[in-house]
Nanobody, 116 residues
């Protein structure tokens, strides 16, 4: 079955960087767009970034544009989120997402905390 496993979260100071990874299995990874979402405490889950399958085109939320970069390695079935110049408002649980077949598929999430 489809599995998405995130890693790379943690505690970082404002201005710091983190790289999140999402390892995918159970489907033809290279054929599907993949996304990162996040959910801050008390807020709704929001789309952070998306990368399309064959074209590699990307979309970003306005709040993170210019600071985060989404990428994918189809040979490793992995999607990444490089997060730079982190701010306290970037704190939240980050989720990997793919719409596979007819299903919404989510990872378990990884916590990112930006604090001094």
């Amino acid at each position: 079955q489809v599995q998405l496993v995130e890693s790379g979260g943690g505690l970082v100071q404002p201005g710091g960087s983190l790289r999140l990874s999402c390892a995918a299995s159970g489907f033809t990874f290279s054929s599907y767009a993949m996304s990162w979402y996040r959910q801050a405490p008390g807020k709704e889950r929001e789309l952070v970034a998306r990368i399309f399958s064959t074209s590699g085109l990307t979309n970003y939320a306005a709040s993170i544009k210019g600071r985060f970069i989404i990428s994918r390695d189809n040979a490793k079935n992995t999607v990444y989120l490089q997060m730079n110049s982190l701010k306290p408002e970037d704190t939240g649980v980050y989720y990997c997402y793919g719409y596979v077949g007819t299903r919404d598929c989510w990872g378990q999430g990884t916590q990112v905390t930006v604090s001094s």
